[in-house]
């Protein structure tokens, strides 16, 4: 199972917001869609960085509210890591275990074309169970 087959049930549709936008606008931006996090883009690169619920969190927390007021370029990840649509769910779920994060871009020939979160990936894997669950079943009522 690969990236694109998420992407293929879930939509493209990546939740966006300008690196110089302030930091309650992003959070704003994050409770009305109801999504975890924001890709910060620029223009320059697909993907510049990555601010999310817990960023925003961390930010109030050690500035205090003014840190609302400041740019989500000042507590955004700028290392972000990327896969592809063909990259394989098992390495996407081990690059989110080992790396600590829950969401990852979808980056093809140095186009953003869509995001994938944990939930994403953890929905996808219990239909595959559920589906495996159901296939040993039929198999075992008609042997």
């Given at each position: 199972?690969?990236v694109?087959?998420?992407?293929?049930?879930?939509?493209?549709?990546?939740?966006?917001?300008?690196?110089?936008?302030?930091?309650?606008?992003?959070?704003r931006?994050?409770?009305e869609?109801?999504?975890?996090?924001?890709?910060?883009?620029?223009?320059?690169?697909?993907?510049?960085?990555?601010?999310?619920?817990?960023?925003?969190?961390?930010?109030?927390?050690?500035?205090?509210?003014?840190?609302?007021?400041?740019?989500v370029?000042?507590?955004?990840?700028?290392k972000?890591?990327?896969c592809?649509?063909?990259?394989?769910?098992?390495?996407?779920m081990?690059l989110?275990t080992?790396?600590?994060?829950?969401?990852?871009?979808?980056v093809?020939?140095?186009?953003?074309s869509g995001?994938v979160?944990?939930?994403?990936?953890?929905?996808l894997?219990?239909?595959?169970?559920?589906?495996?669950t159901?296939?040993?079943?039929?198999?075992?009522?008609?042997?």
């Amino acid at each position: 199972m690969i990236v694109n087959r998420i992407l293929s049930l879930k939509g493209r549709e990546v939740a966006t917001i300008e690196p110089g936008r302030s930091l309650s606008e992003a959070a704003r931006f994050l409770a009305e869609r109801r999504i975890g996090a924001l890709l910060i883009v620029d223009g320059d690169r697909p993907v510049t960085g990555i601010i999310s619920e817990r960023d925003i969190v961390r930010a109030v927390a050690m500035h205090g509210a003014k840190a609302l007021d400041e740019p989500v370029s000042r507590f955004m990840t700028e290392k972000v890591v990327t896969c592809t649509g063909e990259t394989s769910i098992n390495d996407v779920m081990e690059l989110m275990t080992q790396q600590k994060f829950r969401h990852i871009p979808v980056v093809e020939s140095g186009r953003l074309s869509g995001i994938v979160s944990i939930g994403d990936v953890v929905k996808l894997r219990l239909e595959e169970v559920e589906a495996e669950t159901q296939a040993i079943k039929e198999y075992i009522a008609t042997a």
